[in-house]
């Protein structure tokens, strides 16, 4: 296993049907499963330099293929829709619709975020992480104002690559946070209304600041971790993550 793996706890006694609510989800994200006949399966995106993989352990986990590095595992405390500030009042939709939505309206993935809370993992052991990855990926920092640090590891799709793939992966070392969490972001065909009639509140909300972009949902799919899905609707003003590193991005280190 090369590049960049994100293990996602999903308990084998989750309440709503996991882990197979979630391969269903997944699938409809990423593609086919890698481990089509597994309970804890995988899925390969950007050629197998990014692995997110279903297991039954208690945290949420980031693993890099150098293995005197060491993966950086973050508790967790159950999921739940809270995790952003502005979303405390957000209901999970079911699996089903959202893999039904995905399945008609997803155009591309555009990248995965992992938000770690600070009180999860030192600041040291995420430096020496980040720096790991760094050796696979090119990370970029993100210079925001009135924010923490934000390393982007680029990773776009090249031309000719056969699976899926993300254009970033997002690690943000947040020392604000209660609960660590992970998110992915799908650009979809959808415009801003059809987007909203999909998921009405309280079933679908904005972030503060990200309503001209995506709207957000999180899904009752039995993941042991805070997740949620960041849908970019058509017409929407999101950029790409190139145009963002340009504009306020530099070289970690």
Avoid at 24 to 39: I, Q
Avoid at 136 to 141: A, R
Avoid at 159 to 166: A, K, L, N, P, Q
Wanted: net charge negative.
């Amino acid at each position: 296993m090369s590049g960049l793996a994100i293990d996602v706890p999903v308990p084998a006694t989750g309440q709503v049907g996991a882990p197979l609510s979630c391969r269903a989800l997944f699938d409809a994200l990423f593609g086919a499963s890698v481990l089509a006949d597994d309970d804890r399966p995988c899925w390969a995106l950007n050629d197998g330099e990014l692995t997110i993989r279903v297991t039954s352990e208690a945290d949420l986990s980031l693993r890099t293929a150098e293995q005197q590095t060491s993966p950086l595992r973050i508790a967790v405390s159950g999921g739940g829709a809270a995790v952003v500030p502005g979303l405390g009042g957000l209901e999970a939709s079911s699996s089903s619709v959202l893999r039904s939505f995905l399945l008609e309206q997803c155009a591309v993935l555009d990248h995965i975020g992992i938000n770690l809370a600070s009180a999860a993992v030192s600041e040291t052991h995420w430096k020496a992480f980040v720096a790991s990855v760094d050796r696979s990926w090119p990370v970029h920092v993100l210079d925001l104002p009135a924010s923490d640090v934000v390393a982007i590891a680029l990773a776009p799709p090249q031309e000719g690559t056969t699976g899926r793939g993300v254009h970033a992966v997002e690690i943000v070392y947040d020392r604000r946070a209660q609960q660590s969490s992970w998110h992915v972001c799908a650009r979809v065909r959808s415009d801003k209304a059809a987007t909203e009639r999909a998921f009405p509140a309280p079933h679908g909300a904005y972030k503060p600041g990200d309503e001209p972009y995506f709207r957000s949902v999180t899904a009752a799919a039995g993941i042991g971790v805070p997740f949620y899905l960041d849908l970019a609707f058509a017409g929407g003003a999101f950029p790409r993550w190139s145009e963002i590193v340009a504009a306020m991005g530099r070289r970690w280190g």
